[in-house]
């Protein structure tokens, strides 16, 4: 559906969620409250509820809002013809961090919160999931047409994605612990063990 054929109350709930985005990174998740978007998207705080019937619905809304968007990206790497040892870089390529990302911002106060908030708890779950099974299945794939060596597909891609998590939140969190550079090299490296392909 195009913008131009879209009601109003959807354009506005749209703009909602990337003004919600911008604030809960900037506040965080618990300290982000209805008034300080509403506030932000220039609306009032009732229009906020109209759209989420608590801040609760409102965070965790915001929360898919920005991981949807990076799982498009995904998505289209998932739908295009490159082989599997191209899709699998792509694939790093999208989850590796790339300084204080936003986008890691947002998960790494997500899985913080999650721990006090099971329906945020599911919602991070589900989502970070889509990620490891993407991998693995293009792991897999590799497997299959001799790009790769791999005998369990879907531990490899368990642990490529937590040294990526663990070394995202080193990067994010604090301020020139590591050049980003040197990160991609070991992540990579990582890569090229786990799939058969070190030298």
Partial sequence: MSDVTRRPAEVRLDELLRTAVDV???RGLANTRTGDVARAAGVSQALVFYHFSTK??????AFAYAAEQDLAGLAAVLDDASPPAVK???IIDLYAPAGRSKAWQLWIDGWSEAL???DLEKLSR???LRWKDALAEVIAAGVRD?????P?????????TALIDGLAVQLTVHDDVMPRSTILDWIHD???RELGLSS
């Avoid at 609760?56 to 809304?61: I, K």
């Avoid at 001799?146 to 791999?150: A, D, L």
């Avoid at 531990?155 to 490529?160: E, G, H, P, S, V």
């Fill in 24 to 26: 809960i990174v900037d």
């Fill in 56 to 61: 609760d619905a409102l965070l965790e809304q």
């Fill in 88 to 90: 699998v870089r792509k």
């Fill in 116 to 118: 006090r908030n099971p």
């Fill in 126 to 128: 589900r989502l970070d």
């Fill in 146 to 150: 001799g790009s790769f060596t791999c």
């Fill in 152 to 160: 369990d597909p879907v531990r490899a891609a368990w642990r490529l």
């Fill in 190 to 192: 990582a890569v090229d």
